[in-house]
């Protein structure tokens, strides 16, 4: 494809919990500034072409279905994965649309990521923690080494991760690939005005802005401009309160300890029925826990999207079926019922299940 990665400017953000949330602050502030911006993002909700943003606008359907025809053969040559593909994709996409400067979120990992063929002008991870444990393992230390491991030569390489331990890791494998590293001290948080909700929101927003403060001078960016920016940034199903609606991608111990504290500490009006459905890589146990503790009924669902192989299945929740968490394989059914006498409901547990709830309730749409 000739290397269209190579035709613009490259932000690079990886870590364990927020990279997406950075990823789109750091994209709205240098498009509020006048820049032309591309986002790469994943996975996606509900379709396929949210993934590749430039200027507030997805890829066409019709550009989508082009580029893969295109590269139908070398993908087929390739064995090319559907990450890999599309990952080329949006970078050929962001060339065609002639973007100054492209914010991409790592997938998976760091170090054999497909997005880690970029040359990036500023490299970040936001933390490190368990997830993908089948890819990365359980030791943090070696998941940081993965994660630092989009570090380049020369280039500054922002750390969020707070744990000095693993700061520490992130730093040793940063400088030893020749990267410059910059540490958001412990602690930090964004003070300004913020459409992302939640502390841990203000912890992502001062790693966007470290990323900000070190991008090189033709990218500067006003102290106004990330005032504006901010303030405007949001990321569909991300504590995506709308009505008595709550959808939230939480899908590890992490980020689902963030989204019942912010449960707590936002009080919906109860009683709070929540719809999960979860990948069976995932700690559904851990996860069932702590959304438990601010819920008053649970159903847990399949998502229609997710791989039947991958999905969560009723006969594996037998020791979590209580009088409070019932199992209702349906999904379509499980909404209805979860909304019947509810104050509010919280959809949660993985992108597919957050994604077929936007996919059939009204005004969730991810664009437009």
């Not at 400017?9 to 602050?25: D, F, M, P, R, W």
């Not at 032309?36 to 509900?46: A, D, E, N, Q």
């Not at 001062?206 to 990321?235: I, M, T, W």
């Not at 111990?253 to 890589?281: C, K, Q, W, Y």
Request: charged fraction near 20%.
């Amino acid at each position: 494809m000739g290397n269209p990665q190579d035709r613009y400017a490259i932000v690079h953000i990886g870590g364990t919990n927020g990279k997406g949330s950075v990823a789109t602050l750091v994209y709205e502030t240098l498009r509020g500034a006048g820049f032309r911006v591309g986002l790469y993002t994943s996975p996606h909700l509900v379709d396929a072409t949210e993934r590749v943003v430039v200027n507030g606008k997805p890829i066409s359907k019709d550009a989508f279905a082009a580029w893969t025809n295109a590269l139908h053969s070398e993908i087929e040559a390739t064995g090319a994965s559907h990450f890999e593909a599309i990952t080329a994709i949006a970078f050929a996409d962001f060339a065609a649309r002639h973007v100054d400067i492209a914010v991409v979120e790592v997938g998976l990992g760091g170090r054999l990521d497909s997005t880690n063929v970029v040359d990036p002008v500023v490299t970040a991870v936001t933390n490190v923690g368990n997830d993908h444990e089948e890819f990365l393992g359980t030791d943090l230390e070696r998941v940081a080494w993965e994660k630092a491991s989009i570090a380049k030569t020369g280039i500054p390489f922002v750390i969020g991760e707070e744990n000095q331990t693993l700061c520490h890791a992130l730093l040793q494998r940063a400088e030893g690939l020749g990267g410059v590293p910059c540490t958001v001290q412990r602690g930090v948080r964004y003070e300004g005005a913020m459409a992302l909700a939640g502390a841990h929101q203000r912890r992502n927003a001062a790693v966007a802005a470290e990323v900000l403060n070190v991008l090189p001078a033709v990218f500067e960016v006003s102290a106004g401009d990330v005032a504006r920016g901010f303030a405007r940034a949001s990321v569909p199903g991300r504590f995506d309160w709308r009505g008595k609606w709550i959808l939230d991608v939480a899908h590890n111990e992490a980020s689902m300890g963030a989204l019942t504290a912010l449960i707590r500490d936002s009080g919906p009006p109860r009683p709070i029925h929540v719809v999960f459905g979860a990948l069976n890589d995932k700690p559904v146990a851990a996860l069932l826990k702590s959304v438990a503790a601010v819920a008053d009924r649970i159903w847990v669902t399949v998502p229609p999207s997710a791989p039947s192989e991958r999905a969560v299945q009723p006969h594996q929740l037998a020791g979590a079926v209580s009088e409070d968490i019932l199992v209702e394989p349906r999904f379509d059914r499980a909404l209805r019922d979860a909304e019947v006498g509810a104050g509010t409901v919280v959809v949660t547990g993985s992108f597919y299940t957050v994604g077929d709830a936007m996919a059939r309730l009204p005004g969730f749409v991810p664009f437009g």
